[in-house]
């Protein structure tokens, strides 16, 4: 059965620095593109990052870059989302999602991903 996992989310000051994962299982994950969304509450969810298939391009939201770093590990089946210099205006619950097939380009458009899951809640405060 496909499933994406996150984890890694919690309550950090502003400037701190999270580790989200992103576990996938039912499926190869290096063979599709996995992005990182992020909903905060009355908001729309947004993308934040986008790792191609094969893990070669990476692409980041404007807000984010130069403060997160996406990355895979095919060994674990796994993509992470290293997030430093965090902001209150990051606060949201961060999903991870796998496109349909494979995408070597990466992409920040929602309706490109078709499976996605959990969340994990991220809270920037002090």
């Known amino acids: 059965q496909l499933q994406l996992v996150e984890s890694g989310g919690g309550l950090v000051q502003p400037g701190g620095s999270l580790r989200l994962s992103c576990a996938a299982s039912?499926?190869?994950?290096?063979?599709?593109?996995i992005g990182w969304f992020r909903q905060a509450p009355g908001k729309d969810r947004e993308g934040v990052s986008c790792?191609?298939?094969?893990?070669?391009?990476?692409k980041y939201a404007d807000s984010v870059k130069g403060r997160f770093t996406i990355s895979r590990d095919n060994a674990k089946n796994t993509v992470y989302l290293q997030m430093n210099s965090l902001k209150p205006e990051d606060t949201a619950v961060y999903y991870c999602?796998?496109?349909?097939?494979?995408?070597?380009?990466?992409?920040?458009?929602?309706?490109?991903?078709?499976?996605w899951g959990q969340g994990t809640q991220v809270t920037v405060s002090s």
């Open positions: 790792i191609g298939s094969h893990g070669i391009s990476t």
């Open positions: 999602a796998k496109t349909e097939g494979s995408r070597f380009l990466p992409t920040l458009r929602l309706t490109d991903f078709v499976s």
């Open positions: 039912g499926f190869t994950l290096q063979n599709y593109a």
